[in-house]
C-alpha cells in the first residue's frame, strides 16, 4: 500500500500518522506540501491533525482550499481512500468530502484524554479489521470536535450505515455522560456515500504501539493494508 | 465600497460561546438579558463601485469561505 500525508502549516500529528502507515505498510508513506498540485500515485491519502492556519476563521476552513485539496478531491471522486483524523476530519468536512461540520466543543473546553468508541460499521477498508460492535479506545485531543448535521442527514447517515464510530460508555453503553464534546448522536468518526473517506476526530494512530499504552488503532491501518496492497 | 460581513450560528444550532457569555452576564446582575448569540464580523475593502456587483462578489466569498452555510448564516452589510 502506497499513501500520501499532506501537510499544511500548524499540522502536528503528520509524524504519528506516517510512523502508524510505515510499521503498518512497510513502506514509508510521501509527505505532500498543501501548496503542491500533484499527488504521486497512491492508495490512501491521509489528511493529519494538527491545528492547520491555527484554526484561524473556523477549523479546516483554510486548508480546505489549499491548491492540494483540488487534487485530494479529484483522488476521492475516483475511489482513492481518504483518511481524515481530526483537524484533517474538519479539513475534509470544510472541504465537502463529507457532510455535516465540526463545531466547538459544547463544554468550550479543549479535551485530551483517552475515549471509548463503538465501531458501528465493518464494511469499509478502514473497519473491516474489527468486529461490529466492538469497543476500542482512542485518544481525542481537540477543541471543534462537536459533529453536527441536521436531522434529515443524520437520519441518512444512521440508515446508510455512514457512521463509522461512536462515543459510547466503558461497557459499550450510550450514554450523554460519554459524549465528551456534545456530537449529535454521539458520533465520532462518519463515512463518505461509498465508505472510502473516513473522517473522526479520535487518533487511531496514537494507539499502535505499546508505549501508546494501547493498541486499538493497529487493526484501521492493518486493514487498510490488507485492502489496498 | 466597504463591507462588513456578519457570521453567526443558526437559530436551532447550539451556541455554547453565546451560552457562556448569557450565563456569565446573569452571573454580574443582568437578568433581564437572553438569547446571547456570539458570532464575527469580517470587514473588506471593495474595489466593485456599485452597491449590487459588491453584494454579489461578497455573497459567493461567504458561500465559498466566510461561511460555513451547513451551521452558519451571514448578512452582508455595505458602506459606501
Known amino acids: 500500500m502506497k499513501a500520501a500525508v499532506i501537510l499544511f502549516p500548524g499540522s502536528n500529528r503528520e509524524r504519528d500518522a506516517v510512523a502508524a502507515l510505515e510499521a503498518a505498510s512497510g513502506t514509508r508513506p510521501y509527505e505532500v506540501w498543501h501548496r503542491d498540485t500533484e499527488l504521486p500515485k497512491v492508495d490512501l491519502i491521509v489528511v493529519p491533525g494538527g491545528f492547520s492556519y ?40 470544510e472541504a465537502g468530502l463529507l457532510p455535516g461540520a465540526l ?21 469499509s477498508a478502514f473497519t473491516a ?4 460492535g466492538q469497543i476500542v479506545r482512542y485518544p481525542v485531543a481537540h477543541h471543534d470536535g462537536n459533529y453536527w448535521a441536521d436531522a434529515e442527514t443524520v437520519k441518512r447517515l444512521e440508515g446508510d450505515g455512514r457512521v463509522a464510530f461512536r462515543y459510547v460508555g466503558d461497557a459499550g453503553e450510550d450514554d450523554p455522560l460519554h459524549n465528551p464534546n456534545g456530537s449529535v448522536r454521539a458520533i465520532a468518526g462518519v463515512f463518505n456515500e461509498k465508505k472510502t473517506v473516513l473522517g473522526l476526530m479520535p487518533h487511531p494512530e496514537d494507539a499502535v504501539v505499546p508505549l501508546h499504552g494501547c493498541l486499538d488503532g493497529k487493526p484501521l491501518f492493518d486493514g487498510l493494508v490488507e485492502a489496498l496492497s | 465600497m466597504k ?33 446571547v448569540r456570539a458570532g464575527k464580523v469580517i470587514e473588506l475593502d471593495l474595489k466593485a463601485t456599485d452597491a449590487d456587483s459588491a453584494r454579489t462578489e461578497v455573497e459567493a466569498m461567504c458561500n465559498k469561505l466566510l461561511a460555513n452555510t451547513v451551521i452558519e448564516d451571514y448578512a452582508i452589510e455595505l458602506v459606501a
Open chain 1, 129 to 132: 479489521k474489527y468486529r461490529k
Open chain 1, 103 to 123: 463545531m466547538r466543543n459544547a463544554g468550550l473546553k479543549f479535551i485530551c484524554r483517552t475515549v471509548t468508541l463503538r465501531v458501528e460499521n465493518t464494511d
Open chain 1, 54 to 93: 491555527g484554526d484561524y476563521l473556523r477549523a479546516g476552513a483554510m486548508a480546505a482550499h489549499s491548491p492540494i485539496m483540488r487534487e485530494v478531491k479529484a483522488r476521492a471522486d475516483q475511489g482513492v481512500r481518504v483518511l481524515g483524523i481530526c483537524n484533517g476530519f474538519q479539513i475534509v468536512t
Open chain 2, 3 to 35: 463591507a462588513k460581513v456578519h457570521v453567526t450560528l443558526k437559530r436551532g444550532v447550539l451556541d455554547p460561546q453565546g451560552k457562556a457569555i448569557e450565563h456569565a452576564l446573569h452571573t454580574l446582575g443582568f437578568d433581564g438579558v437572553g438569547n
